[in-house]
């Protein structure tokens, strides 16, 4: 097909504004799957994609389209994941695309996230057709939506579209916008082949199966084509494209989507943003904007049963398979065993890891509480990255420590803002920037420690705007801050999987937080139990879980010996799901109360 | 397995009205039911008569409250164990009866008819906590039961008493143990009140309506029974049993020693040294299997070696004289010490068991942790 018929967009869009649902439609509309085959949000794959409503993984699919003016285009959506975290799989997919749908609800407005996205559109330079979405909910104010489009992002959004997702209502205009709108792609087909991975994901029979844009040349299969940034070649065996299930083809013309199948079992050797060019005649510079992906927050992730752990490890090298961003090394817990620290993006995708871990490989895990990476500068001039809070060398050594900072932007009903400049000041945020969005909302941009955001701001934020507020960060860098590990100690010993890095002037405060919540938490036992928080061998603060006093059961039932012993092994059931630690028996729940927020 | 005497569980699952508390197979409800009951129930005892050669030491008839039924049909389903086995001219023949249902004639009646033994449902005398649990009787009541049991000529009296019961204070619970011994009675068991699951008062404590005695309460009760009954003649000889010398119940020994037993009527349970089995808890299905002569068994397991060592141990361990560690051996081929080596060590450290010579039992902490070291034994 020529390149003049071809259009490749991404949809650009806030959790819940219907970025699926008019997905969906487009599939549907242009015969790209038969009603029957038509799953709702057909998209996204993954269980818990549909069950949270949000994409973790990017999708593509190929739409044949018969416009008005009778010709038949291509139009290749490529789906984007739309959360924080996965920030830079969004980037990549827009390099990939010359045009981008930002549909925005109509009741809703736009959000921090949704603003995110745009901005890193029109970083690339890709056209932004507007649509307006949920035009049929009654508390719609498409006028608004408009002025808001306008104002904020500054493009012109008079001929938005209006549509309903859900009714099919404008879908058509949709698709004629792609046409009209969305400019072909620009290609120079002579030039070395150059074909931009944006996804890939693990076939267990077909390996890495790497989602790409080609930009020049072509790609067929039986060609020897190389990564450029890993220097790995390859031969092609397969190329096709979506429809959405893989439809090999010859070959991958200049313009196109689709996908190369090349006989690689590892996901890491098949890096997102990577340039796949001809081994024989390859091209002279990669494609712009690669860069390695590196996690951001660190969990360590211990089976309850210590005989799992060669399971566990399994089932991470799995989920790694098809998730190059996951990072995890085995560790050792004085007080859990045998372990993970696992490196992910961001909490969602912790969340997700997690997850799926516990549903789809029956893991039962400890996980202590989230945390950055440290840049801790010794004494001696050394620097550490540290990813384990009890791995922080001790204060004597330590010249400063460093923590990484995000630029924290937040859109909020002006009701609210108060309340949220209260909280980010409490979370060491630094007020850097107020806008008015339109007349009710407002923007505000802070500079914030990364840990606060895992810790509870998140949370906070949602609270203490009624979830209305929404928030979109980015990396800024490592600043120096006064912080201190502080230790949790359960009768006199230190339990390594509790110690976390807070700041100083929080230290006192997250203490008495934490032993009280553990004091909650960690049954009776025969003996007191003194909890306490120390920073070094300063203790800040204390409880006592006081000894069990009575337990006993008085009475058997005629000779119903058997009703006795049952309940002896109930709550000896109880006690093997709990881990010891030192002489004291420790439920789960208490490994997670260090990073429950409440 | 090897027994040279078996005792024998009668249940009669009927009551007057059932208290908060009970989670026990029993049932408010009209004659023609406790009827078909009786009848059900003999032909159960006179079909198994045969299944055992040694002589039955001991007799217990629970419930519910077996003296809602009438003295005749008692006396008439006794009679009918007393055909079916070899009952010795010496055994214990209990009979729980609860204060209200019986009166001076009727005991004497039971009496004569071979009853030996009478436990009185007595709980409380303190007729707020009484009428707080659902009970029947006042205390008034009780005091006439034993005095009307003690003219029948029942020598071989036992109270049941109940503490952490809700409206139950500290010093409610000293006049009630006061009370009970004033009495004389030869037997007293006092348990702790267990909330079960599916109860009425459990629901009204989860729901806040009934209040229940703080732990600590609760635990000043315990300690006080376990200092005043032994100082005034009853000695402890299991967790929840007190008796003068000579009047241990015989036949709830039997399940604390491991001995055989065979049990009667709806849910009733037997051990036979390798089985525990039960009877249907159905009242319905118990009756219609019965009479439509097909079996009533409702449950049976075999155990198997850890676990049967496992409920030796903890059943030894609820009384005062403890486990012998040369009857263990003998029993079970497998030396104590040296099977449970670790969970002993543990116990012993944390001072919840002792060894004098060659028996272990718990300590005073030990019994009131009981179920802590229990659950140390299980596999």
Same mark, same amino acid.
């Given at each position: 097909?020529?390149?003049?018929?071809?259009?490749?967009?991404?949809?650009i869009a806030h959790i819940d504004h219907g970025k699926s649902t008019l997905a969906d439609r487009l599939i549907e509309l242009t015969g790209t799957v038969t009603a029957r085959q038509m799953e709702n949000q057909l998209l996204d794959q993954m269980d818990l994609e549909r069950e949270r409503g949000i994409t973790i993984k990017a999708q593509a699919v190929r739409l044949d389209y018969v416009a008005q003016d009778g010709e038949t285009y291509m139009l290749n959506l490529i789906d984007t994941p739309g959360h924080v975290d996965f920030s830079y799989e969004v980037s990549r997919s827009l390099a990939a695309c010359e045009g981008a749908l930002l549909v925005v609800d109509a009741?809703?407005?736009?959000?921090?996230?949704?603003?995110?996205?745009?901005?890193?559109?029109?970083?690339?330079?890709?056209?932004?057709?507007?649509?307006?979405?949920?035009?049929?909910?009654?508390?719609?104010?498409?006028?608004?939506?408009?002025?808001?489009?306008?104002?904020?992002?500054?493009?012109?959004?008079?001929?938005?579209?209006?549509?309903?997702?859900? !009714?099919?209502?404008?879908?058509?205009?949709?698709?004629?916008?792609?046409?009209?709108?969305?400019?072909?792609?620009?290609?120079?087909?002579?030039?070395?082949?150059?074909?931009?991975?944006?996804?890939?994901?693990?076939?267990?029979?077909?390996?890495?199966?790497?989602?790409?844009?080609?930009?020049?040349?072509?790609?067929?299969?039986?060609?020897?084509?190389?990564?450029?940034?890993?220097?790995?070649?390859?031969?092609?065996?397969?190329?096709?494209?979506?429809?959405?299930?893989?439809?090999?083809?010859?070959?991958?013309?200049?313009?196109?989507?689709?996908?190369?199948?090349?006989?690689?079992?590892?996901? *890491?050797?098949?890096?997102?943003?990577?340039?796949?060019?001809?081994?024989?005649?390859?091209?002279?510079?990669?494609?712009?904007?690669?860069?390695?992906?590196?996690?951001?927050?660190?969990?360590?992730?211990?089976?309850?049963?210590?005989?799992?752990?060669?399971?566990?490890?399994?089932?991470?090298?799995?989920?790694?398979?098809?998730?190059?961003?996951?990072?995890?090394?085995?560790?050792?817990?004085?007080?859990?065993?045998?372990?993970?620290?696992?490196?992910? &993006?961001?909490?969602?995708?912790?969340?997700?890891?997690?997850?799926?871990?516990?549903?789809?490989?029956?893991?039962?895990?400890?996980?202590?509480?989230?945390?950055?990476?440290?840049?801790?500068?010794?004494?001696?001039?050394?620097?550490?990255?540290?990813?384990?809070?009890? *791995?922080?060398?001790?204060?004597?050594?330590?010249?400063?420590?460093?923590?990484?900072?995000?630029?924290?932007?937040?859109?909020?009903?002006?009701?609210?803002?108060?309340?949220?400049?209260?909280?980010?000041?409490?979370?060491?945020?630094?007020?850097?920037?107020?806008?008015?969005?339109?007349?009710?909302?407002?923007?505000?941009?802070?500079?914030?420690?990364?840990?606060?955001?895992?810790?509870?701001?998140?949370?906070?934020?949602?609270?203490?705007?009624?979830?209305?507020?929404?928030?979109?960060?980015?990396?800024?860098?490592?600043?120096?801050?006064?912080?201190?590990?502080?230790?949790?100690?359960?009768?006199?010993?230190?339990?390594?999987?509790?110690?976390?890095?807070?700041?100083?002037?929080?230290?006192?405060?997250?203490?008495?937080?934490?032993?009280?919540? &553990?004091?909650?938490?960690?049954?009776?036992?025969?003996?007191?139990?003194?909890?306490?928080?120390?920073?070094?061998?300063?203790?800040?603060?204390?409880?006592?879980? !006081?000894?069990?006093?009575?337990?006993? &059961?008085?009475?058997?039932?005629?000779?119903?010996?058997?009703?006795?012993?049952?309940? &002896?092994?109930?709550?000896?059931?109880?006690?093997?799901?709990?881990?010891?630690?030192?002489?004291?028996?420790?439920?789960?729940?208490?490994?997670?109360?260090?990073?429950?927020?409440? | 397995?090897?027994?040279?005497?078996?005792?024998?569980?009668?249940?009669?699952?009927?009551?007057?009205?059932?208290?908060?508390?009970?989670?026990?197979?029993?049932?408010?409800?009209?004659?023609?039911?406790?009827?078909?009951?009786?009848?059900?129930?003999?032909?159960?005892?006179?079909?198994?008569?045969?299944?055992?050669?040694?002589?039955?030491?001991?007799?217990?008839?629970?419930?519910?409250?077996?003296?809602?039924?009438?003295?005749?049909?008692?006396?008439?389903?006794?009679?009918?164990?007393?055909?079916?086995?070899?009952?010795?001219?010496?055994?214990?023949?209990?009979?729980?009866?609860?204060?209200?249902?019986?009166?001076?004639?009727?005991?004497?009646?039971?009496?004569?008819?071979?009853?030996?033994?009478?436990?009185?449902?007595?709980?409380?005398?303190?007729?707020?906590?009484?009428?707080?649990?659902?009970?029947?009787?006042?205390?008034?009541?009780?005091?006439?039961?034993?005095?009307?049991?003690?003219?029948?000529?029942?020598?071989?009296?036992?109270?049941?008493?109940?503490?952490?019961?809700?409206?139950?204070?500290?010093?409610?619970?000293?006049?009630?143990?006061?009370?009970?011994?004033?009495?004389?009675?030869?037997?007293?068991?006092?348990?702790?009140?267990?909330?079960?699951?599916?109860?009425?008062?459990?629901?009204?404590?989860?729901?806040?309506?009934?209040?229940?005695?703080?732990?600590?309460?609760?635990?000043?009760?315990?300690?006080?029974?376990?200092?005043?009954?032994?100082?005034?003649?009853?000695?402890?000889?299991?967790?929840?049993?007190?008796?003068?010398?000579?009047?241990?119940?015989?036949?709830?020994?039997?399940?604390?020693?491991?001995?055989?037993?065979?049990?009667?009527?709806?849910?009733?349970?037997?051990?036979?040294?390798?089985?525990?089995?039960?009877?249907?808890?159905?009242?319905?299905?118990?009756?219609?299997?019965?009479?439509?002569?097909?079996?009533?068994?409702?449950?049976?397991?075999?155990?198997?070696?850890?676990?049967?060592?496992?409920?030796?141990?903890?059943?030894?361990?609820r009384t005062s004289r403890g486990l012998s560690g040369t009857n263990f051996s003998r029993r079970f081929g497998r030396e104590f010490v040296e099977y449970y080596e670790e969970p002993i060590a543990r116990l012993v450290r944390l001072g919840l068991l002792m060894q004098e010579t060659d028996s272990w039992r718990l300590t005073e902490r030990g019994m009131k942790l009981g179920n802590q070291a229990f659950a140390e034994f299980l596999p």
């Amino acid at each position: 097909m020529k390149t003049s018929h071809i259009r490749n967009f991404s949809i650009i869009a806030h959790i819940d504004h219907g970025k699926s649902t008019l997905a969906d439609r487009l599939i549907e509309l242009t015969g790209t799957v038969t009603a029957r085959q038509m799953e709702n949000q057909l998209l996204d794959q993954m269980d818990l994609e549909r069950e949270r409503g949000i994409t973790i993984k990017a999708q593509a699919v190929r739409l044949d389209y018969v416009a008005q003016d009778g010709e038949t285009y291509m139009l290749n959506l490529i789906d984007t994941p739309g959360h924080v975290d996965f920030s830079y799989e969004v980037s990549r997919s827009l390099a990939a695309c010359e045009g981008a749908l930002l549909v925005v609800d109509a009741a809703q407005g736009i959000e921090a996230q949704t603003l995110a996205n745009v901005y890193l559109a029109l970083d690339h330079n890709i056209e932004i057709v507007p649509v307006i979405n949920k035009i049929d909910l009654p508390s719609a104010d498409v006028e608004k939506v408009i002025r808001e489009i306008e104002e904020v992002i500054g493009i012109d959004a008079h001929n938005a579209i209006l549509v309903s997702a859900k !009714s099919g209502l404008g879908v058509p205009e949709v698709l004629e916008a792609i046409v009209k709108r969305i400019p072909a792609p620009t290609t120079d087909e002579s030039a070395p082949t150059r074909a931009l991975i944006f996804d890939s994901h693990f076939d267990s029979y077909r390996g890495v199966i790497s989602y790409v844009r080609v930009m020049d040349g072509t790609i067929a299969s039986g060609m020897k084509a190389q990564m450029m940034h890993s220097g790995r070649s390859f031969e092609v065996s397969e190329v096709g494209v979506f429809r959405p299930s893989l439809t090999p083809m010859p070959e991958l013309g200049p313009g196109q989507v689709g996908y190369v199948i090349a006989g690689i079992k590892n996901l *890491k050797e098949v890096r997102v943003g990577d340039t796949i060019t001809d081994a024989a005649r390859p091209a002279k510079e990669p494609l712009p904007g690669y860069r390695k992906v590196t996690p951001m927050v660190y969990c360590g992730m211990y089976p309850v049963e210590t005989s799992e752990f060669d399971n566990l490890r399994e089932a991470l090298e799995k989920l790694q398979m098809n998730d190059a961003s996951l990072t995890f090394e085995a560790e050792t817990s004085a007080a859990l065993g045998f372990g993970f620290r696992c490196g992910f &993006l961001g909490l969602l995708h912790m969340d997700v890891v997690q997850e799926r871990l516990e549903r789809e490989y029956q893991m039962s895990l400890v996980i202590t509480a989230p945390n950055v990476i440290y840049q801790v500068r010794k004494t001696d001039g050394e620097v550490l990255l540290i990813a384990n809070p009890s *791995k922080m060398p001790v204060p004597q050594v330590i010249e400063a420590i460093g923590e990484p900072y995000v630029k924290a932007t937040v859109i909020v009903p002006n009701d609210f803002v108060g309340a949220i400049m209260e909280l980010s000041q409490e979370k060491r945020g630094e007020f850097k920037d107020m806008k008015y969005m339109d007349t009710t909302r407002v923007m505000l941009t802070y500079h914030l420690p990364l840990s606060e955001i895992i810790y509870d701001y998140f949370d906070k934020l949602k609270s203490v705007s009624r979830g209305y507020a929404s928030l979109d960060y980015e990396l800024e860098g490592y600043q120096e801050s006064d912080l201190v590990k502080m230790d949790i100690l359960l009768n006199e010993e230190p339990v390594d999987a509790l110690s976390i890095i807070v700041h100083r002037d929080k230290s006192v405060f997250r203490g008495r937080q934490l032993v009280e919540k &553990l004091r909650s938490l960690i049954p009776r036992q025969m003996f007191a139990i003194p909890i306490q928080a120390a920073i070094g061998n300063k203790v800040i603060a204390r409880e006592t879980i !006081s000894a069990m006093r009575k337990d006993v &059961l008085a009475k058997c039932y005629g000779g119903d010996i058997t009703r006795k012993r049952k309940l &002896l092994e109930k709550q000896k059931a109880g006690k093997k799901r709990m881990k010891q630690v030192g002489s004291v028996e420790l439920p789960q729940e208490a490994f997670m109360a260090v990073l429950k927020r409440d | 397995m090897l027994a040279n005497s078996l005792g024998i569980y009668v249940h009669i699952p009927f009551c007057r009205a059932k208290c908060s508390y009970c989670a026990f197979v029993s049932a408010v409800c009209d004659r023609s039911l406790q009827q078909s009951y009786v009848a059900a129930l003999c032909g159960e005892i006179t079909a198994a008569g045969g299944d055992f050669s040694v002589p039955v030491d001991t007799v217990f008839f629970g419930g519910g409250t077996p003296t809602v039924l009438e003295t005749t049909e008692l006396s008439a389903i006794l009679q009918g164990l007393r055909a079916a086995f070899p009952v010795a001219a010496n055994a214990e023949i209990s009979l729980e009866a609860n204060p209200g249902t019986v009166d001076r004639n009727s005991l004497q009646i039971l009496r004569q008819a071979g009853f030996n033994r009478l436990s009185l449902g007595v709980q409380s005398f303190d007729d707020t906590v009484l009428a707080g649990i659902g009970r029947i009787h006042r205390a008034e009541d009780a005091e006439k039961a034993i005095s009307d049991a003690r003219a029948a000529g029942f020598e071989n009296i036992s109270l049941d008493l109940m503490y952490g019961l809700p409206l139950q204070s500290v010093s409610g619970w000293k006049i009630t143990l006061d009370r009970a011994v004033a009495l004389g009675p030869d037997h007293i068991s006092a348990y702790g009140l267990k909330l079960e699951e599916g109860t009425p008062l459990e629901a009204a404590v989860t729901s806040g309506q009934v209040a229940l005695p703080s732990e600590e309460d609760e635990e000043s009760m315990y300690d006080f029974l376990n200092v005043f009954l032994p100082s005034q003649g009853y000695a402890r000889y299991e967790i929840s049993n007190y008796a003068t010398p000579g009047r241990e119940c015989r036949h709830n020994l039997k399940y604390w020693n491991y001995e055989i037993y065979r049990g009667f009527g709806v849910a009733a349970h037997s051990f036979d040294g390798v089985d525990r089995f039960a009877n249907t808890d159905d009242l319905s299905t118990y009756v219609k299997s019965l009479t439509g002569g097909m079996s009533c068994e409702g449950f049976r397991e075999t155990l198997d070696l850890p676990t049967a060592m496992a409920e030796y141990v903890f059943l030894s361990l609820r009384t005062s004289r403890g486990l012998s560690g040369t009857n263990f051996s003998r029993r079970f081929g497998r030396e104590f010490v040296e099977y449970y080596e670790e969970p002993i060590a543990r116990l012993v450290r944390l001072g919840l068991l002792m060894q004098e010579t060659d028996s272990w039992r718990l300590t005073e902490r030990g019994m009131k942790l009981g179920n802590q070291a229990f659950a140390e034994f299980l596999p």
